[in-house]
């Protein structure tokens, strides 16, 4: 995809707790003390470096989302997220002891558009970028993002090929493949199982369900388990059925529907009603309105991976929910979450930065950092270790309820390669 939005925004905890800028700061000039120390070595300059005695001038960041078109919704509440960071900012720091100023560009949900808003937001100045939200609008910009050397931070494109092999573009979110590694750890690790099916996309261009399914079936071979079978959804309905019929044949302890929201409840309500009573497994597509709306009432024994948890009790998560609530009256969800911390971590990215070198030097320095949605690790070439999210799902309390999420565990690849040495 994608980003992972919410499950109806359902949070009862409330923090009064206010953001401890002094972790914000305290990265800020460790970062600058890195790039003073930094040495001769040769560098590649900035088209639109920071220059320290411009201090008191703004500094402009593009925000690249789509705001029209069919993820607009997304957009819309990422770019809440990126606004309430920028709030936060410009009343602390700023970045390197200047305002920032958001330039915002409607991606239409097209990567066309995206692309071509992408070299706009180039020639009007900005320093570093956010977004886009999408895989296929995100692998649009790249070209201009390393061609025009713009710093990017992307929430929400979870495509490993966005980040692969370059040193202009970071993430806050898990790839697809991290995703499907989760999964299958959890079916092993933590479920006990031995035997897997799979639903996968016979859409060839949707990469996001394909990826994840291709990538949980790889892991979960590797740590000894089987996949039973591989299943090709979303062509003709009374096919799928007699498939899935031979698929429970097969007696999988586990089947995994990797699909979009919309699409991943009304496949997981079908398989309860052909009578499968095992565990369905999902990707963070799932955790969506529209996918509790579409699952069912009680859609029985399921598990996915999340990106963002209301029930992660770290500080600085909950101070965020607080301050987004008081700020918006609503409680915040992954799309505003991510928003927010991409423009954060960029923000570290580009402080007191002057060359492409610095900004990896300082985004690399980013080592267990907390963010709104978990504790990030930045790698080279884009890589990033951060918290994932095990949820459950909990049958809808009355008549008039939808099924909600509870989170069940959370843990990050390190702990995955951890279990793996063991």
Avoid at 118 to 138: K, R
Wanted: aromatic share 8%; charged share 25%.
């Amino acid at each position: 995809m994608r980003g992972a939005p919410d499950n109806g925004n359902a949070c009862t905890k409330e923090s009064h707790r206010s953001f401890n800028m002094k972790k914000w700061i305290g990265l800020l000039f460790a970062a600058t003390v890195a790039v003073i120390f930094a040495g001769c070595a040769e560098v590649t300059p900035l088209p639109h470096p920071i220059v320290p005695e411009e201090s008191g001038n703004t500094v402009k960041i593009g925000v690249l989302l789509p705001l029209t078109g069919a993820n607009a919704e997304f957009g819309k509440r990422t770019l809440r997220g990126v606004e309430l960071a920028a709030s936060e900012l410009n009343n602390g720091r700023g970045i390197s002891s200047r305002r920032v100023e958001l330039l915002v560009r409607d991606t239409k949900s097209n990567p066309s558009e995206a692309r071509r808003q992408a070299e706009a937001l180039f020639d009007a100045g900005i320093i570093g970028l956010v977004g886009p939200y999408s895989t296929n609008e995100a692998l649009a910009i790249r070209p201009v993002v390393e061609g025009k050397l713009i710093p990017t931070v992307v929430p929400l494109a979870t495509g490993d090929e966005v980040t692969e092999g370059t040193n202009m573009i970071y993430r806050t979110c898990f790839t697809d493949s991290q995703q499907g590694e989760a999964i299958a750890a959890y079916a092993w690790y933590w479920r006990k199982l031995l035997r897997l099916a799979i639903l996968i996309s016979d859409d060839e261009q949707a990469s996001y369900s394909r990826n994840v399914a291709r990538a949980a079936a790889n892991a979960f071979t590797e740590l000894g388990g089987e996949v039973v079978q591989m299943v090709e959804f979303q062509g003709d309905r009374e096919e799928f059925a007699k498939k899935l019929r031979d698929l429970v044949a097969y007696n999988p302890q586990a089947i995994l529907v990797p699909a979009e929201p919309d699409n991943a409840g009304v496949l997981v309500k079908y398989i309860r009603e052909l009578g499968y009573r095992g565990l369905l497994l999902g990707p963070e597509s799932w955790d969506e309105r529209e996918f509790f709306s579409n699952c069912g009432a009680d859609p029985g024994d399921c598990a996915f991976v999340g990106l963002y948890s209301e029930e992660y009790d770290l500080p600085e998560q909950l101070a965020f929910r607080d301050l987004f609530r008081r700020t918006y009256f609503v409680f915040p969800s992954t799309c505003e979450a991510q928003g927010y911390d991409a423009l954060k971590m960029l923000a570290i990215g580009l402080g007191n930065v002057t060359s492409v070198q610095e900004f990896n030097r300082n985004m690399q320095h980013i080592r267990n950092v907390p963010g709104a949605s978990a504790l990030y690790t930045m790698k080279p070439h884009g890589g990033i270790d951060r918290t994932m999210f095990i949820k459950t799902i909990r049958p809808a309390a009355g008549p008039d309820e939808e099924p909600e999420s509870r989170l069940s565990r959370s843990f990050n690849m390190k702990k995955i390669y951890q279990l793996k040495e063991d």
